[in-house]
């Protein structure tokens, strides 16, 4: 609670004391001042993220890019990938981790929602934390396993649907204990794969999936330019763009970046996150 709504709420406290012994039987004067409770209505509700409503027959909702009320908007996302079973890798020194890609995000002032899988949080706690503590970042649920929530999906290991709902919770429990704060209620499916069944299953979840429509092909790209190319040509008012943050199996991505983002910029285009790009 911050000290200005703890003023409030101590003068509303002392305001019904007053009132009640007063004169007036316990009704404020004619001419005094308003009840407590028009004190504590003053105080503005905080805004959480928006969300999309459930679909039909409450299957998880699908955002996919800005409308109309955009405008020349952009946002930008980053996988944090890593699958539960790739712990030994990363002990063998493999790096599924970005850190320079974030500096520079930082560096260039880019709004930016990375969907961070809770085995990543697990191995690269102290960034998750950072990331997820700096006003410039949202994080995004991935799954905690990168597990596919359907079959044949590019060869990932497949989570069965009775579980999908506990894979995405046990993401946030990971983000919790790592300290990362500005969360998001939103989902995107490893792979991008999901049919009806997938979204009914993380119904409970309560999570808005999030997908894009312009697709970078950082995903184990040697050739920066030729990445900046298809998000310069694909971007539109609105879009959302996914990259990845993980050196191991997208090492061109920070190049790319360095392209992208003044270019778009000099066409016109405002970086924004999710949550804000969701909202139009």
């Not at 992208?260 to 970086?271: A, C, H, I, S």
Request: glycine residues 10%.
């Amino acid at each position: 609670m911050t000290r200005h709504v703890r003023v409030l709420a101590a003068l509303a406290v002392l305001s019904a004391a007053l009132t009640g012994c007063g004169d007036s039987g316990g009704q404020p004067p004619a001419n005094g001042p308003s009840p407590a409770r028009s004190v504590a209505a003053s105080v503005p509700a905080v805004q959480g993220p928006p969300t999309l409503a459930p679909g039909a027959g409450g299957l998880t909702p699908v955002f996919a890019r800005g409308g109309k009320g955009a405008g020349k908007t952009v946002a930008l996302t980053f996988d944090a990938d890593m699958t539960a079973d790739q712990g030994p890798r990363a002990a063998g020194g493999e790096r599924f981790d970005n850190p320079s890609l974030i500096a520079l995000l930082r560096r260039l002032d880019v709004p930016s929602t990375v969907f961070m899988t809770g085995r990543w949080a697990e191995e690269y706690p102290t960034q998750a934390k950072e990331i997820g503590n700096d006003p410039l970042f949202e994080i995004a649920n991935h799954s905690y396993s990168h597990y596919a929530f359907t079959p044949d999906c590019y060869g990932l290991p497949v989570v069965g649907e009775e579980r999908m709902a506990s894979d995405v919770q046990r993401a946030f429990a990971a983000f919790e204990k790592a300290g990362a704060r500005n969360v998001v209620p939103y989902f995107r499916f490893p792979g991008g794969c999901y049919d009806d069944k997938a979204r009914r299953a993380l119904a409970p979840a309560k999570v808005t999936a999030v997908q894009w429509d312009v697709v970078s092909g950082d995903a184990f790209a040697t050739d920066a330019d030729a990445v900046a190319r298809e998000v310069l040509t694909g971007v539109e008012p609105g879009s959302l763009v996914v990259m990845h943050c993980t050196r191991s199996a997208a090492p061109v991505t920070e190049d790319a970046v360095r392209r992208v983002v003044p270019e778009l910029r000099k066409r016109g285009y405002r970086f924004v996150k999710v949550s804000e790009l969701m909202r139009h």
